[in-house]
């Protein structure tokens, strides 16, 4: 009877095991690299910049912003569905963040100490 018990709870383990892996790799398997077209809606009007990202270990992103403040060099991170990205452009910090459901994204963005606005974005069928 305790050998049956001890096989029983041991198969429970297992169980939450993989269902923690399957959820964790799903978790991970969400994937940003490509370009986005954004569209940004601020107290000042709308903008719609491009980002190129590329993503490393699932989790790292790197890239490139497009638009009405010039080019820039962008960084940031994913984790599970929340992402977080920024850059420098004259001078002001730019920074994204928000959530990602497949190919589209949506969130805030804060212009330094000039103000914040808001955006969504889809990703780009490449």
Do not use: C, H
């Not at 569209?39 to 497009?66: M, R, W």
């Amino acid at each position: 009877m305790k050998k049956l018990k001890r096989f029983s709870l041991a198969g429970l383990s297992l169980t939450a095991v993989l269902l923690i892996t399957s959820f964790a790799s799903n978790a991970q398997a969400l994937k940003v690299a490509g370009t986005w077209n954004l569209t940004v809606e601020t107290g000042q009007g709308t903008g719609t910049p491009v980002i190129v990202f590329k993503q490393e270990k699932d989790s790292i992103l790197t890239g490139n912003y497009k638009g009405q403040l010039g080019e820039a060099p962008v960084k940031g991170i994913l984790n599970g569905n929340k992402i977080r990205f920024e850059f420098t452009a004259q001078e002001i910090l730019i920074e994204y963040t928000g959530t990602v459901e497949a190919n589209t994204m949506k969130g805030t963005v804060k212009f330094g100490t000039l103000g914040e606005g808001t955006f969504t974005g889809k990703k780009k069928d490449e």
